[in-house]
C-alpha cells in the first residue's frame, strides 16, 4: 500500500514571495503519478500540477515547479511570486496506474499568503 | 475538457431521509467514478469506487447500506445516502477518470447537512 505524507499542516508566506510545500510518499511500484491539488475556500479541487515518475525534468506550471527525488521519494511543491489567491489547501497525491486508479492523498497543508 | 458536475450543491435534510446526490462528467465518458468524503480541514477519504454497469467497490469501514452507489451510465453516477443521520452531514466530493489518462477529474462537492 502506499503512504503520502505532509507533515506541515500550516504555513504563511509573505505575498510575492517563495514557499515550499514538502511531501514525502513511500511506494513499491516503479512507474506511478504524483500530484498536487489546491483546495481553495470554494472547495473545488484544483490540479496544479502533475509529475509521472519516469520523467526524470521535474515538472513546472508557471509560478509553479516541483522538484521530484525518485530516490529520496520527495516530491515537493514550489510557490513562486506567492498571490493571495494561493491561499488555500493543498494536497499532494499519488496514483499507481492502471483500471480503477485510485488516487490516494497526503493530509494535506493550510497556506496563508499575507499581503 | 473533462469537466464535472455535481448536484446538488448543498442539501439540508431531517434526519431519517435519504438523499441523492449525482455526479456527471459532462464533456467525456467516464469510465471510472469515485466518490470521497471530506470533514473541515481534512484530506479526502475515499468511500468508493464505481465502473459503468458494475456494482461499486467499497472502502472498508464504508456501511455499503447507507451509502448506496448507481453508476448506470458513462456520464453519470450517484450517491444516495438512506436514512441520514447528523453524523453524516459532511462534504461530499465525486471524481471521474477516463481509460488510459491516469488522471482524476473532479466536481465541486456537495455540502449535506441532516438536522
Known amino acids: 500500500a502506499q503512504t503520502v505524507t505532509q507533515s506541515q499542516p500550516e504555513m504563511s508566506v509573505q505575498e510575492a514571495e517563495t514557499v515550499t510545500l514538502s511531501c514525502t510518499y513511500d511506494t513499491s511500484e516503479s512507474n506511478y503519478y504524483l500530484f498536487w491539488y489546491k483546495q481553495p475556500p470554494s472547495r473545488q479541487m484544483i490540479l496544479v500540477i502533475r509529475?509521472?515518475?519516469?520523467?526524470?525534468q521535474n515538472a513546472t506550471e508557471n509560478r509553479f515547479s516541483v522538484n521530484f527525488q525518485k530516490a529520496a521519494k520527495s516530491f515537493s511543491l514550489k510557490i513562486s511570486d506567492s498571490q493571495l489567491g494561493d491561499t488555500a489547501m493543498y494536497f499532494c497525491a499519488f496514483m499507481a496506474p492502471g483500471a480503477n486508479s485510485k488516487l490516494t492523498f497526503g493530509k494535506g497543508i493550510t497556506l496563508s499568503v499575507r499581503p | 475538457g473533462a469537466v464535472v458536475s455535481q448536484h446538488p450543491s448543498r442539501v439540508i435534510c431531517k434526519s431519517g431521509t435519504s438523499v441523492k446526490i449525482e455526479c456527471r462528467s459532462l464533456d467525456f465518458q467516464a469510465t471510472t467514478m469515485f466518490w470521497y468524503r471530506q470533514f473541515p480541514k481534512q484530506s479526502l477519504m475515499l468511500m468508493a469506487t464505481?465502473?459503468?454497469?458494475?456494482?461499486?467497490?467499497?472502502e472498508q469501514g464504508v456501511e455499503k447500506d447507507k451509502f448506496l452507489i448507481n453508476h448506470a451510465s458513462l456520464t453519470l453516477s450517484t450517491l444516495t445516502v438512506t436514512s441520514a443521520h447528523p453524523e453524516d452531514s459532511s462534504f461530499y466530493i465525486c471524481?471521474?477518470?477516463?481509460?488510459?489518462?491516469?488522471?482524476?477529474?473532479f466536481g465541486p462537492g456537495t455540502r449535506l447537512t441532516v438536522l
Open positions: 509529475q509521472e515518475a519516469y520523467k526524470q
Open positions: 464505481s465502473n459503468e454497469g458494475s456494482k461499486a467497490t467499497y
Open positions: 471524481s471521474a477518470s477516463r481509460l488510459s489518462y491516469n488522471e482524476q477529474f
